[in-house]
């Protein structure tokens, strides 16, 4: 009976428990590794799912890694972009009159012929850097030059009265302008230039009033001054630093060169008479000096294309009143 019984429990046994069935091994791309897996028919035992693979790699070594491209980088010398700086004009340095100064030295006549102003340009004016001594002595023979009328032959000028009292006329048509612009303008850059001692119109009157009671007919003001005055006109309402440009020049031309206009006519004209056209209350190269300095102070807070701007219009301001100049010898 016990054997039976023994032999009965382990067929039992048997049949609870299965051997497990062995299926073939799953295979995977991509370098993943290949497992069997087993399914087993009990009840509570079930193995169906693929694997998951895991890669692991060493930390330590990957921020070695980095530190190592790093430090390399570290190492390489690091190239630093240049920093470029602009040429800088001629009397730049000391302020937008001394430009103005260089451009009037271009206009200057070389063997007999004139420089355009046309031709006075932003690229032209870079070619130096300070001004030297010889080029301020010839800075009063530019404009003289200019006033002689641009022949470059100085003793071959030959002053009219007809002539001169055009220029006269169309002398006080400008200043007047000016004056007048300067003293009704709203604008708060042309109140620093208002009541400098420069002030030419009225002296002008005086003199013109001299030359009719000499019964001479003062003649009205001729196509030079009157194109030149509406230019003013126009160039006061669009931009104060071209306008103050001429106002500027035109001061400045008749101080350097006005000088050598009242010697000539003086002596083949007025019998050495000195009209209040070149007369000056103080000391003129202090006035002159005083409205200089101003205008610089002015023009450190313009941009450089203002700048660029007032400089050919310098060049403009000498061809108008090299203009009115000619007008004695016609």
Known sequence: ?????????????????????????????????????????AQYLTLDKPPTILRCSNSSTISSTTNGNNNNMAGLPVKKKRKRYRKQYPGENEGITEEMRFVAMRLRNIKGKKVSSDCVSDS??????TPSDQEKEDDSETVKSDENGGDGEAETWSPTMEGFLKYLVDSKFVFNTIERIIDESDDVAY????????????????????????????????????????YLEELAE?????????????????????????????DQLLEGTE????????????????????????????????RNKCLKEAAKSFKFLGQIVRLIIL
Request: proline share 5%; glycine share 4%.
């Open 238 to 266: 669009k931009s104060a630093p071209l306008f103050l440009s001429h106002f500027y020049n035109i001061y400045f031309s008749h101080i350097a060169g006005g000088q050598v206009i009242a010697r000539k006519v003086s």
């Open 124 to 129: 032209e004016t870079d070619t130096e850097n």
């Open 191 to 230: 109140a620093y230039f208002r009541k400098t001692g420069l002030e030419r119109s009225a002296g002008l009157s005086k003199d013109l009033e001299w030359f009719s009671q000499r019964d001479l007919v003062v003649p009205e003001p001729s196509n030079p001054g009157v194109s030149y005055v509406n």
């Open 1 to 41: 009976m016990m054997r039976l019984s023994c032999f009965c429990q382990h067929l039992s046994m048997d049949s609870a428990f299965k051997s497990p069935i062995f299926h073939p091994t799953a295979s995977f791309s991509h370098s993943q590794v290949s497992f069997p897996f087993f399914s087993f028919q």
């Open 275 to 306: 009209l209040e056209f070149y007369k000056w209350k103080g000391d003129v190269q202090e006035s002159l000096k005083d409205v200089r300095k101003n205008l610089n102070m002015l023009g450190e807070h313009w941009s450089r294309d203002d």
